[in-house]
Nanobody
Framework: QVQLVEAGGGLVQAGGSLRLSCAAS????????MGWFRQAPGKEREFVAA????????YYADFVKGRFTISRVNAKNTVYLQMNSLKPDDTAVYYC??????????????????WGQGTQVTVSS
């Protein structure tokens, strides 16, 4: 069983930055793909960023490229999402997900079988 706990959300003005973290329990972190997704009110959960098991292969949604950076420290069982140049449209609950690194499609929601409780990010204009 894997437990994921996100932290770092909050209220920030447009143009500001936040750093989210996701701490994982269990022994499979270093073999798992890790992804960040977000869900705004009335919308479906959408892909934001993902990292392969090693943190070498990184993937981003087009709308965050150049602004967000995903990273992971396997020795700490933690994955991060550095968010810069935040926009009001980035307002959402951000979730981290964990799944076996075997599918190759890191943006697919169904490839992640463990989820955290989410952390709220609110960007004011």
């Amino acid at each position: 069983q894997v437990q994921l706990v996100e932290a770092g959300g909050g209220l920030v003005q447009a143009g500001g930055s936040l750093r989210l973290s996701c701490a994982a329990s269990g022994r499979t972190f270093s073999r798992s793909a890790m992804g960040w997704f977000r869900q705004a009110p009335g919308k479906e959960r959408e892909f934001v960023a993902a990292a392969d098991w090693s943190g070498t292969l990184l993937y981003y949604a087009d709308f965050v490229k150049g602004r967000f950076t995903i990273s992971r420290v396997n020795a700490k069982n933690t994955v991060y999402l550095q968010m810069n140049s935040l926009k009001p449209d980035d307002t959402a609950v951000y979730y981290c997900g964990s799944g076996p690194d075997i599918y190759g499609d890191y943006a697919r929601l169904g490839n992640y079988n463990y989820w955290g409780q989410g952390t709220q990010v609110t960007v004011s204009s």
